[in-house]
Nanobody
Framework: QVQLVESGGGLVQAGGSLRLSCAAS????????MAWYRQAPGKQRELVAA???????KYSDSVKGRFTISRDSAKNTAYLQMNSLKPEDSAVYYC??????????????WGQGTQVTVSS
């Protein structure tokens, strides 16, 4: 079973940047999809960004132009570069991996989450 460990969360002022990392326990080359989700208090978990093994990417409208997802198969790691952060970006961010790009979340492996807090 794939294990995912996120890091890089923290407290940042609005307009600042953070880079989240997701280290996988095994070769993520076999995982067609690496994705980042987030969940704010009282809200449903939502897809932030996803990247396929072929380089295809999808972003939520709320983060387009500000966030960049990438993956480094040699390091078994996925990243989420977050720029121009806003208070509404505050949430627990989860890394997820699966064999199908944009698969149902029930079919994904999940990390434990990392907190991102953006102060105004």
């Amino acid at each position: 079973q794939v294990q995912l460990v996120e890091s890089g969360g923290g407290l940042v002022q609005a307009g600042g940047s953070l880079r989240l990392s997701c280290a996988a326990s095994e070769n993520i080359f076999s995982m067609n999809s690496m994705a980042w989700y987030r969940q704010a208090p009282g809200k449903q978990r939502e897809l932030v960004a996803a990247v396929s093994s072929g380089g295809g990417k999808k972003y939520s409208d709320s983060v387009k132009g500000r966030f960049t997802i990438s993956r480094d198969s040699a390091k078994n790691t996925a990243y989420l570069q977050m720029n121009s952060l806003k208070p509404e970006d505050s949430a627990v961010y989860y890394c997820a991996a699966g064999s199908v790009f944009l698969a149902n979340p029930r079919d994904l492996y999940w990390g434990q989450g990392t907190q991102v807090t953006v102060s105004s």
